[in-house]
């Protein structure tokens, strides 16, 4: 082969070479079926769908309301299908009647009598796609910035990065169950113009608690800031009723209210997220977005989603998860070693401490012994929760994820079961490689 002047390292950019390799939930440990997976934040009761026995979708949700006539003039529904034979076409580039659903859903009128219409919406592949969209509208690579209030979720750093752009960070208030500091992050939009795009989450992941509205008020109403405002809500479904703030955006002339179909409507296979924002904004994003980012079949199991039928069926899980919330909030501190639940409990998960020893002989939290029974149930006992002891103010913390009544039954017997052995002895804690393995079981994003 003749020689070539091709050299990635000077071909590629710069800050794409430095990025550190993408680490997702099922890297490290897989649905295998062997495994009970309370790490990734998934809705484990199943997807919110109405669907028959044999998994197919039900006539009760149909996508469009259509009925088609029998002979006697009798109406009945149709049942969505995917139309396997078209899918040698492209699909809808606009997804309006997608969009349609979304805000019926969200028009609730609690935070105003304006209301959504499908033009105030952007839909892509996951949420994921939707903090990347907003970087490449607002943000110029190399020389503006973004603010984020750690602990908070990994992708709004990842995405930054890839394209180019600076972190600012305001972390929440530690001593104020993780609260927003709308002072501080006003004062810093003040002092650094180039900061453009404001992330903010809510419910907070890992934190479990909602952000004040009154606090997001207050950054929206920056005199000088020209930038915008995200509010990441892929957890709102768990938070009370009415918490929403995606028909707020028609108030506002800079917010954006990002979804997902992940969490509470179980749908984390068929990656559908959504924007809500303002109508020059929303036409932005759509602008940029690739032509026919939603897929067909996608766009049919998430408008089946949002039909009153499977509606049903995502609030039934819902409830059940609330319900395995409440189990964990009262039965996990009764096991020895576990400390405080940190943030809130507005969402499917639960941050809580693990101690290096018991609290009534005066245990503190420990990330030796956090990351030693992350391990252990991961391991040897086939439970996998998520260390978030690295994370700004989280010492010691777990992230476990609420999972049906069985699963927490077995979550419950086996972390009781593991703290007993390392108290004990049993099981080993800490080691010469001890940081090295916190950071890298830290750096899962999920």
């Known amino acids: 082969m003749a020689k070539h002047a091709f050299d990635l390292k000077t071909c590629a950019r710069p800050n794409i070479l430095a990025l550190q390799p993408y680490r997702c939930a099922r890297d490290d440990y897989k649905d295998d079926g062997s495994n009970i997976l309370l790490d990734a934040n998934e809705n484990a009761f199943g997807p ?4 028959t026995s044999n998994g197919e979708l039900s006539n009760g949700a149909s996508i469009n309301g259509d009925t088609n006539g029998d002979t ?25 009647e997608l969009k349609q659903l979304l805000c019926t859903l ?15 919406l952007f839909v892509g592949v996951g949420s994921d796609e939707a903090i990347d969209a907003v970087l490449r509208c607002f943000c110029t690579p190399g020389k503006d910035k973004i603010l984020t209030c750690p602990p908070t979720y990994g992708m709004y750093a990842v995405s930054a990065q890839v394209n180019d752009l600076s972190v600012v960070t305001i972390p929440l208030d530690t001593s104020n169950s993780f609260a927003l500091r709308p002072d501080a992050i006003i004062a810093a939009l003040s002092a650094d113009p180039s900061i453009k795009v404001v992330y903010i989450c809510s419910p907070g992941n890992p934190t479990a608690n909602l952000v004040a509205k009154a606090s997001i008020q207050k950054v929206l109403e920056h005199p000088t800031w020209n930038g915008v405002v995200v509010v990441d809500e892929a ?9 929403s703030l995606a028909e707020w955006v028609t108030e506002w002339p800079n917010l954006i209210v990002m979804q997902t179909l992940s969490k509470a409507f179980g749908l984390a296979g068929i990656r559908l997220g959504a924007a809500f924002t303002s109508l020059p904004i929303a036409s932005l994003l759509n602008n940029l977005k690739a032509p026919y980012n939603i897929s067909s079949p996608t766009s049919v199991v998430a408008c089946a989603a949002l039909q009153p039928p499977s509606l049903a069926i995502m609030r039934s899980n819902r409830k059940k998860i609330l319900a395995q919330r409440q189990r964990l909030l009262e039965e996990l501190p ?9 943030g809130g409990a507005e969402s499917n998960f639960l941050l ?11 245990g503190k939290p420990s990330n030796e012994v956090a990351l030693a029974v992350y391990e252990a149930l991961a391991e040897k006992r086939g439970v996998v929760v998520r260390f978030r002891g690295k994370e700004h103010g989280c010492l010691g913390c777990l992230r476990v994820t609420v999972g049906t009544d069985k699963e927490v039954d077995v979550f419950l017997k ?9 108290f004990r002895g ?17 750096g899962i994003i999920a």
């Open 106 to 120: 969200r028009n609730t009128h609690v935070h105003t009598e304006k209301s959504l219409q499908p033009e105030n």
């Open 334 to 342: 009764r096991v020895p070693g576990i400390g405080q639940f940190l």
């Open 72 to 96: 006697n003039g009798h109406v009945k529904s149709t049942r969505p299908e995917i139309d396997f034979l078209g899918l040698n076409r492209y699909p809808d580039p606009h997804q309006i």
């Open 48 to 51: 919110g769908l109405s669907v």
């Open 426 to 442: 049993k099981e080993n804690v800490g080691g010469e490689s001890e940081e090295q393995k916190e950071k890298e079981a830290n």
């Open 414 to 422: 086996e972390i009781r079961s593991v703290l007993d052995g390392l």
């Open 235 to 243: 957890y709102i479904d768990f938070a009370p009723d009415g918490s």
């Open 352 to 362: 809580v401490e693990v101690l290096d020893k018991p609290r009534d002989q005066g």
